[in-house]
């Protein structure tokens, strides 16, 4: 297939222990391991269809079918470029075949067919942080039109009854979240991520299923550094052995 060009640099990485290659742009917005603890944490199966919304270069998108034989999955985002790179990347690592990325924004999202949808969606709330000058970085870090209960809601509205929706985001806006996810889904799992052992949570997983009862569990926080600034080892396991990462109470 022809692939397409961008208008900007460009850089070639990898993740998950060499296992993905990933091309994104080499100024603004990089790849850090935020969307890659998301992929883990999606309860795909052979067969299931997810859906990962504001995807980017395709990075949790790719995760999930990298980890899981035989899922089908699609990712959409507002950024042109960001989507043409998602294509390509999914191309080099013979995933195209089970990968489909298009330009869609979350505010016209409805679909309801997919078995799990999962967001890293921008975590600073706008008129509340400085923009990027690098328009790439500005959109992926600073809500734009959608707010952070709109990606919830597109996301709800995008999974079939009995899936999963999954989210990661910034510890300080968890409560938010969890209002935003409580609103459509059930069985509310939460799963702090500290930088080291005894420090303050800096992000949050947090993931409902579609139908379930109300309720809601904290789990115990998974440490990502040791004393030494190393992966733990279950960090190790995810970011490097393409490991999962269980949210089951």
């Keep these: 297939m022809a692939l397409e060009a961008v208008p900007f640099a460009v850089t070639k990485d990898q993740v998950l222990d060499g296992r993905l290659m990933l091309t994104q742009p080499r100024d603004g917005y ?5 969307p890659i603890l998301l992929a883990a944490a999606v309860p795909a199966l052979g067969g299931e269809r997810v859906l990962d919304l504001g995807c980017g270069i395709g990075t949790a998108a790719l995760c999930v079918a990298k980890r899981v034989v035989d899922v089908a999955v699609t990712g959409i985002d507002i950024q042109p470029d960001l989507v043409a790179l998602a294509r390509r990347n999914a191309d080099e690592n013979g995933l195209a075949a089970r990968a489909a990325f298009e330009v869609s ?8 067919s997919f078995d799990h ?3 890293n969606p921008p975590y600073l709330e706008a008129g509340k942080s400085s923009l990027s000058p690098n328009p790439i970085k500005a959109i992926a870090n600073v809500e734009g039109a959608a707010k952070l209960a709109d990606w919830v809601r597109a ?17 300080e ?8 996810m409580a609103a459509g889904l059930g069985a509310l799992r939460e799963l702090p991520l500290l930088p080291k052992e005894s420090a303050a949570a800096k992000r949050v997983l947090i993931q409902g299923t579609k139908g379930a009862t109300s309720g809601h569990v904290i789990l115990p926080g998974m440490a990502l550094h040791d004393a030494s600034g190393g992966f733990t080892p279950a960090a190790q396991a995810i970011l490097r052995n393409m490991g999962p990462l269980s949210l089951a109470p």
């Design 173 to 180: 806006r968890a409560a938010e979240l969890r209002a935003a």
């Design 117 to 119: 949808v999962c967001a």
């Design 30 to 34: 990089r790849v850090a391991i935020d």
């Design 155 to 171: 996301a709800i509205s995008a999974v079939r009854e009995c899936g999963s929706v999954t989210f990661i985001h910034r510890a």
């Design 105 to 112: 924004d979350v505010l016209a999202l409805g679909d309801g």
